[in-house]
Each structure stands twice: as structure tokens, then as C-alpha cells.
């Protein structure tokens, strides 16, 4: 078995992306049995990171790809659960660029559900010992571009593929100097490497609750 997993390059003024940083730390520790697990770094600007992951895709054939994603602010590791058809970019991207207002993919789907197991990779993730939630947003920046990119590339081209996001807190070092929560990058990669787990063993997902009042 393969999964593909990405991370972003870091972006808004930031040395660090503790996505990619986790996503590394995942591949190379290979810690799931009869899995192989391959990263991939995308940049964090807006049509040229979907490209690069259907790159990613044709080349290591995998059967799961869960991308990667940092959220400023979020205290747990959260597992998207729907990725929206909209660019709205509160800030510019890498290469400058500021899509407002913008569909992702024009004439797309309004919406696309994740095909992983999401509640069941909470639960895997929450048994390893880490915080993590089920989120309904992936907001409307690259994270989100990148989520439905994934999304309608399984649905038009890559029907055997199963695959979804996650994002993740701030890494410690990128809070010292102001008040957020953040969780070390080793604690990270052992979520993910739950998550990618229960992703590939599980195709139903468990009867749990992960829904949200607002």
C-alpha cells in the first residue's frame, strides 16, 4: 500500500511550516507495517500547489493522499471534513497573488465531502495520545484550494484514490514572541501516522460524534 502525504512551504512571514515539518518526520520514520509512505512539499500559492499535487499523484500511484495544512489558532489536530468551491484569500499567497471571491475549479461541484474516514481517523488520532477534532471548514486560502483541488482530481481523474486534509497547529517555535496554541512537530507526525493508518485499514468510518453548534 502507498499514501501520499503533503505539507506547505511556510508562507505570511513564517520560517517554518510545521506541516511539511510533520510530513517528513512521517515518511521517514515508515512506522506503519505493509505501508508505504512518500511526502511532498507544495507551495503555498494558489494553482500552482493543485498542480504540483496531481504531479505528486501520477507519479507515486498511491491509495491515499491526505494533505497537510498549518491553522494558526487551532488548539488540536482537525481532520476537514468538506472543502468548498471557493478562493477568498484574506492575504496574498507566495506569489503574490489575492484571488477574491473566485471559484476554485469554474463550473466545479459547490462542495466536495473528504473520502477518508474522518471520524474514525479522530478517533485513531485521540487513542495515540493527541488532541484532534473533526473541522467543517477548511477556509478559503490555499488549504482549502488544495483540499477541493484533491477532491475533484479523485472525482475526474483518480477514482481509486481515497483522500481528504488535515490541519495542524502552530509548531512551539513560532509562538514564542505571542499568545497562541501550538503542538511540538513530533506529536504532529504521531497524529498523522494514526491518521494515515485508520485512513488505509478503514473504509467505513465509526458512528461518532463530530458535529459542531457553530
Known amino acids: 500500500m502507498r499514501a501520499l502525504l503533503t505539507g506547505f512551504e511556510p508562507f505570511d512571514g513564517s520560517a517554518v511550516n510545521p506541516s511539511w515539518e510533520a510530513v517528513q518526520l512521517v515518511e521517514r520514520e515508515q512506522a506503519v507495517q505493509q505501508l508505504v509512505v512518500h511526502s511532498v512539499l ?94 467543517h471548514s477548511a477556509g478559503t486560502f490555499v488549504c482549502n484550494h488544495v483540499f477541493y483541488g484533491l477532491m475533484h482530481l479523485i472525482a475526474t481523474e483518480f477514482p481509486e484514490v481515497r483522500g481528504g486534509f488535515v490541519h495542524v497547529p502552530y509548531a512551539p517555535e513560532q509562538v514564542l514572541d505571542h499568545a497562541a496554541p501550538s503542538m511540538p512537530v513530533p506529536l504532529v507526525a504521531e497524529a498523522l501516522t494514526a491518521i494515515v493508518t485508520a485512513a488505509v485499514l478503514l473504509h467505513d468510518d465509526l458512528r461518532l460524534v463530530g458535529g459542531a453548534i457553530h
Open 42 to 135: 507544495l507551495p503555498c500559492v494558489f494553482g500552482e500547489a493543485t498542480w504540483r499535487l496531481r504531479e505528486a499523484i501520477v507519479e507515486h500511484e498511491p491509495e491515499v493522499v491526505i494533505c497537510v495544512g498549518q491553522a494558526g489558532g487551532r488548539e488540536a489536530v482537525t481532520v476537514e471534513r468538506i472543502a468548498i468551491n471557493l478562493d477568498d484569500a484574506r492575504i496574498p499567497d507566495n506569489a503574490g497573488e489575492q484571488p477574491i471571491d473566485q471559484p476554485v475549479v469554474p463550473g466545479g461541484p459547490a462542495a466536495y465531502f473528504s473520502t477518508l474516514p474522518v471520524k474514525a481517523c479522530v478517533a485513531a488520532a485521540r487513542k495515540a495520545g493527541v488532541p484532534a477534532s473533526v473541522s
